[in-house]
């Protein structure tokens, strides 16, 4: 049996014994220590971390969940790693993020659905009473989800839009993909009153609450969900740091949460947001271009380098990830989350 110790963001020390045939978020599993992951099969990255000592074989994985230049600077993915010694690892998350009992399954019905913009809807759920849990929605902004589609045993993993709260609400931004059973159940069958199984919260995408830097958003489409939460809960918590937000679709008529946005920038006022639409009419005033173009024209302004936080489609995380790098961020200020196909 080989030791493995995983050092938390927070400084939190996380041991668990590993077999060798066992990857490692199944050793951690075995010891009622769930670690957050979405796939568990290679393909969404949310379960990296950091090997410091030790050695790991690591088995096929997508090159956008995990590139050479992650595996280079020692990352490894908890669901595609087997030990093959003792190992010390790090953790871009808080121990928080850390479940010690199996994730709660809860029972939600819809309360609203609505566009948001061409091409998504925002989804409003309210938890029915619980005999263990209560009422309360319960989480860390940034995490996400799983919502089992009526009727089927079939699974989507959306992140949370709102703050934690005693009433039981839970805000998604989804975007409809036009071959998706979820999407064409939103779209076309959703109504209110619906019943909905929730698991979860899950997930290792949160704020770094020990880091003072300044924290930038970058988000392609419904990425910007996680932001919104995060951003919300810093005008509930008064955060006067400074907070940048890069907010980024195809289309003009793509664009939504405009409201919301202007409500944290009365809130926040540090925190300033770009609008930024890749293919643009010859009226929009914001900025033509992605958000990763936007933010590279930051950066390269700044002497200063923020926490930079990144959640959209793999292209617009790796773009991300590279010109931050480049311009001087360190690895491990660059936190991401990437959609995950279905």
């Known amino acids: 049996m080989l030791k493995v110790n995983l050092l938390t963001r927070d400084g939190a020390s996380i041991a668990f014994d590993a077999e060798p045939s066992d990857t490692l978020l199944d050793a951690a599993a075995n010891a009622n220590i769930f670690l957050p992951a979405v796939c568990r099969e290679g393909g969404c990255g949310t ?16 090159k956008a969940a ?21 190992l010390e690892l790090t953790a871009p998350f808080d121990k928080a993020a ?14 609203e659905i609505s566009p948001a913009g061409a091409g998504a809807v925002r989804l409003v759920l309210q938890y029915e009473d619980d005999p263990t849990h209560g009422r309360a929605t319960e989480f860390i902004p940034g995490q996400f989800m799983e919502l089992t589609l009526p009727g089927t045993s079939i699974t989507r993993a959306y992140s949370l839009a709102n703050t934690p709260n005693w ?30 199984l929730v698991k979860g919260p899950q997930g290792s995408f949160t704020a770094d609450e020990a880091s003072h830097a300044p924290r930038w958003f970058v988000a392609g489409g419904t990425g910007v969900a996680p932001m919104l939460s995060m951003l919300r809960q810093m005008a509930d918590f008064g955060d006067t740091r400074e907070a940048r937000l890069y907010f980024g679709v195809n289309t003009l008529d793509e664009l939504f949460a405009l409201d919301i946005i202007e409500d944290l920038k009365t809130s926040l006022p540090n925190l300033a947001a770009t609008l930024c639409v890749w293919k643009s009419a010859p009226d929009w005033r914001g900025f033509t271009g992605t958000p990763a173009d936007a933010l590279a024209a930051a950066l390269a302004a700044e002497s200063a380098h923020p926490d930079i936080y990144v959640c959209g489609p793999p292209a617009l995380i790796k ?24």
């Open 167 to 196: 009433d039981g609400t839970l805000e998604f931004l989804i975007r409809l993909h036009p071959q998706g059973v979820f999407s064409a159940y939103l779209k076309s069958e959703a109504k209110i009153g619906d019943p909905i």
């Open 319 to 342: 773009a991300t990830e590279a010109l931050s790098l480049s311009a001087g961020v360190a690895h491990d200020r660059i936190f991401s989350e990437q959609f995950s196909p279905a």
């Open 98 to 111: 850390i479940g010690f009992s199996p994730i709660p399954e809860r029972s939600a019905r819809v309360t």
């Open 66 to 86: 995990l590139t050479d230049d992650d595996r280079a600077a020692g990352d490894i993915l908890l669901c595609r790693a087997k030990a093959c010694s003792d």
């Open 47 to 62: 379960c990296r971390v950091t090997r410091k000592a030790g050695v790991v074989v690591l088995g096929p994985h997508s």
